[in-house]
């Protein structure tokens, strides 16, 4: 759904960024390669050096905060991660828009977007069933003999 928003929204915004998979990335990479990646996506060239989050953190605010931006992180499980990639509203010039998915709700309520959160619904039973079997099958329907174990391994999946 991020993903949508953001291919559908993008072009009214001067810069923009998806970070996708912030919560696998973070664990790959730091904290500081994650901020250089941001600015570069955003076609920030810096004159400076990022040594810390620090460094990161200012180089984002005074980066961006002249600039309408669009950003995403996606499946983000660390506040301190907002923290250092978009730590308060002001880092971003009127205008901008910054979304957030997370499978934590408390995350953003620590980062104070408790007035903010949109939750998305889950997929009904059938709907569920549809996208496993065109993903599985290619077609929206389990093939013959598959109907049984298709709904039972959507069952589980929640």
Sequence with gaps: ?????????RSEFKASCFLSNVRETCKRSSIVQIQKELLARMNINLDTTIHDEFHGR?????????RKVL?????VDDGSLLKNLAREQNWFSLGSRIIITTRDRHVL??????????????????EAL???CLNAFKRPKPEEGYTDLSTEVV????
Excluded at 2 to 9: G, K, N, S, T
Excluded at 109 to 126: D, F, M, P, S, T
């Design 1 to 9: 759904i991020a993903r949508r928003v953001y291919e559908a929204i």
């Design 58 to 66: 200012a180089a984002i605010c005074d980066s961006l905060c002249h």
């Design 71 to 75: 950003l995403v992180l996606d499946d």
């Design 109 to 126: 309520v620590r980062h104070g977007a408790v007035n903010r959160i949109y939750k998305v619904e889950g997929l009904k039973q059938n």
């Design 130 to 132: 549809e996208l496993f």
């Design 155 to 158: 069952k589980y999946c929640g």
